[in-house]
């Protein structure tokens, strides 16, 4: 029976001997994740049920990342359950400020999501690591109560998409702008249930920072998950987590799943995007997408620069490419996140903070922040800002009568010294 | 089972933070979320809606985060009900797993007008618009759903699993 990547990683968490996409299963996962705002809801509900104890201390992350350092009062409150329900249940993988970091980075980062695990985290982001062969889907905080009780979800198996790019990229294109031309391909109910399954020459050519970019938004077209088939770079950056001398104690084999050749798909799309431009999804949709060089005189007043899809070092390699030896435009709020702690020293070794800052752009603790209005920059009536966020709903960075652009870390650093959306060319 | 009040309508991908401003997300009280319910498509929903009432939508209601925030604050607002011509997937399953009757049903998303006194029968999925007297009928859940609706939700499913 030819099965897809997804439906492989599925059957073999369920106990079942055959699948098909519709059925309803019950399944094993391999980690459970909760951050700030979603866990304290289900440990709400794990402690009104009763629940003396977590399935797995090993297998459930809780990352205080939303509103953190604690923004308010009640910010505060929030994250205390979390501590104190990680320490209660000794729950290994609890990571206060100053070891956190946006929880899609960090978990890649600690080697905590292999090839071949089924993942479940109450986010809808959680969708991130199919970019590492692991079938990863958001859940709501009842699935976690439930989860970290019986170590089990419940899944009606997807059917599974066929996305193929083809293409030598660009300069400046990467895989958020993929992404983003995909979504305003299909629209936001385009993969509705469905997982996006994403392959061809250019997927191969993609670093892991842009392959977790990609999968981060296929939720953004509706999808249940985003997968792209383990290879050799996938292998790489495996064996590189313990290199970097991250805890041996999350060392573990890990499985490799790919798609049989005759697997059945509900559709299958191609692109070409050796001529791709970046692209830039305007408001408020993330399918409202068009490439950058349709946006003539969008004024910007602020630029975000980090969240779980594009705060990782790559992101901030790119940023300082643009923004070495120049100025950001006055006007402008260049207010740059990178994603875990990791990724800031990084940075700060190879003086891309220097460059940050000598530029006029401010760098932040790693925190999600503004990406969903809640601190560290909130856009006032009438502001316009670009950001290589995730969402642009309306008022979701702050007022309902602010814009929010979405694009690749290049354009938006661009966009910062002019003043306004431009082409990374445009600064050069 | 069944449920009777106002429709409320709303148009397509009401998304949510539509629904509830990420801005409240650092609380889990239900009458706080309640009152922010809808917030920004319409300032007057939480003061206006009476229990028994119901949310009409177009296609995706629900896209965007998996905050179960969401449906818990409509639920919480006293909406006995959320039917829509199609749902964002986490969404749906957030409602059932919560309790929060859904329906989805093309027609009687588009036929139905705010302000109409809707009935919903949840056993056979008929929805009936006593202001025009038309009649619809909602897609049918799978068996598996059906399990977890009539248990009133996934705790509740485990509870009675584990008491077995």
Redesign the interface.
């Known amino acids: 029976m030819p099965y897809t990547i997804t439906e492989k990683i599925l059957l073999a968490h369920s106990g079942k001997k055959a699948i098909a996409p519709?059925e309803?299963i019950d399944a094993k996962v391999d980690l459970a994740l909760g951050n700030?705002?979603?866990a304290?809801?289900a440990i709400?509900?794990f402690e009104?049920?009763g629940a003396k104890k977590v399935f797995s201390k090993d297998k459930i992350a809780l990352i205080p990342d939303?509103?953190t350092p604690n923004?308010?009062l009640?910010?505060a409150?929030?994250c205390k359950i979390l501590s104190e329900f990680a320490a209660k249940h000794r729950i290994r993988h609890y990571y206060e400020v100053g070891q956190m970091g946006i929880e899609h980075a960090l978990l890649p980062e600690l080697g905590l999501v292999l090839p071949g695990d089924l993942v479940i985290?109450?986010?809808?982001h959680?969708c991130t690591y199919g970019a590492l062969g692991a079938f990863s889907t958001?859940?709501?905080?009842?699935?976690l109560?439930?989860a970290m009780?019986?170590g089990r979800c419940?899944f009606?198996v997807p059917k599974s998409m066929k996305f193929i790019y083809k293409g030598k990229l660009n300069k400046w294109v990467g895989g958020k702008d993929l992404i983003l031309h995909t979504i305003g391909d299909i629209g936001?109910?385009g993969a509705?249930?469905m997982a996006m399954e994403f392959t061809g020459d250019t997927i191969k050519s993609l670093c892991m920072d842009d392959r977790l970019a990609m999968c981060n938004m296929a939720?953004e077209a509706?999808a249940?998950n985003g997968v792209i088939e383990p290879d050799k770079i996938t292998e790489d950056y495996v064996k590189s987590r313990w290199l970097l001398g991250i805890s041996k104690k999350n060392k573990r084999k890990h499985k490799i799943y790919k798609s049989d050749k005759d697997a059945a798909y509900f559709d299958i799309r191609e692109y070409n995007v050796a001529k791709m431009e970046p692209q830039v999804a305007a408001p408020h949709?993330p399918s409202n997408t068009k490439p950058v060089s349709a946006f003539k005189n969008v004024s910007v007043n602020q630029v975000v620069i980090g969240s779980c899809t594009n705060g990782r070092i790559s992101d901030l390699r790119m940023t300082a490419k643009i923004l070495k030896g120049k100025k950001v435009n006055s006007r402008v709020r260049v207010i740059v996140i990178p994603a875990t702690q990791n990724i800031y020293l990084e940075a700060l070794k190879e003086g891309l903070i220097e460059t940050f800052l000598k530029a006029g752009a401010v760098v932040s603790t790693p925190t999600c922040g503004p990406c969903?209005?809640?601190h560290m920059g909130i856009l006032g009536a009438g502001e316009i800002a670009i950001a290589t966020t995730n969402?642009n709903?309306?008022?979701?960075m702050g007022d309902?009568e602010s814009e929010i652009y979405l694009s690749n870390p290049a354009v938006a650093a661009a966009s910062g010294i002019k003043g306004k959306i431009a082409h990374p060319d445009d600064v050069a | 089972m069944k449920a009777k009040g106002a429709a409320h309508k709303f148009g397509d991908?009401v998304?949510t933070?539509?629904i509830i401003?990420?801005?409240f997300?650092?609380?889990?009280d239900p009458r706080e979320l309640a009152s922010h319910c809808m917030e920004?498509l319409s300032a007057d929903f939480a003061k206006n809606v009476k229990p028994g009432d119901i949310i009409v939508a177009g296609?995706?209601f629900g896209?965007?985060?998996?905050?179960?925030?969401a449906p818990?604050s409509i639920k919480s607002a006293g909406v006995s009900c959320v039917i829509a011509e199609?749902f964002?997937?986490?969404f749906y399953?957030?409602s059932i797993?919560?309790g929060l009757p859904i329906l989805e049903s093309v027609d009687a998303a588009r036929g139905i007008e705010d302000g109409d006194e809707i009935e919903v029968d949840f056993k056979d999925g008929e929805i009936r618009n006593i202001t025009t007297g038309k009649v619809y009928k909602s897609q049918k859940f799978?068996?598996?759903?059906q399990k977890l609706i009539a248990a009133g939700?996934?705790?509740n499913m485990?509870?009675m699993d584990n008491t077995r």
Not at chain 2, 63 to 69: D, F, L, V
Not at chain 2, 142 to 145: I, N, R
Request: net charge positive; charged share 30%.
């Open positions: 519709d309803f700030d705002i979603t304290p809801l709400k509900e009104r049920l939303h509103f923004k308010d009640k910010s409150n929030q985290g109450a986010d809808s959680t958001g859940v709501g905080s009842t699935d109560a439930a009780i019986t419940w009606r936001v109910d509705r249930y939720i509706g249940k949709l969903l209005g809640g969402r709903f309306k008022g979701r309902l | 991908n998304n933070d539509d401003p990420a801005k997300l650092n609380t889990t920004s296609k995706h896209c965007g985060s998996s905050r179960e925030h818990f199609t964002a997937r986490i399953r957030n797993n919560i799978p068996e598996f759903m939700g996934l705790l485990l509870k």
